[in-house]
Every structure is written in C-alpha cells, then in structure tokens.
C-alpha cells in the first residue's frame, strides 16, 4: 500500500500546541514504558485498538503517529 508522509522533528516542533493538529503515541508496551523520550501532548493509543479511537479524532484534523 502506499506510505503515509514522513516528517522530521523539526518540522513537528511548530505544529505541537496546534488545535488542528492531533500528535498520537503508537508505541506498545515497553517500547513507550522505557522510553525517556515523549512528546508533550501526545495522545497514547493503542494501535491495534484503532478501530475504537480512531472515531474520536475528526477527518479535518492533521494527525501525527510516532
């Protein structure tokens, strides 16, 4: 299938705050437990889940997974 767009961190630095912007945390398990590193804001799902949250974000908002 196609790939979804890639950005890098510096092209998320000025989105993060943006109300039309939904930054979601896709990480399971350990890898989100141990990682020191989290985007503040972010929204934690469960990406196997996403059939249940997906709903909840609207179709106009730009979403960011990482």
């Keep these: 299938g196609p790939e979804a767009p890639r ?17 979601i945390d896709v990480r399971v398990g350990d890898e989100w437990a ?14 196997e ?3 249940q949250w997906a709903p909840k974000y609207p179709k106009e908002k730009t979403l960011v997974f990482y």
């Design 49 to 51: 889940k996403y059939n």
């Design 7 to 23: 950005m890098t961190i510096e092209e998320l630095l000025p989105l993060i705050g943006n109300p039309e912007v939904a930054v």
């Design 34 to 47: 141990k990682s020191p590193e989290k985007i503040r804001g972010a929204m934690r799902e469960d990406p």
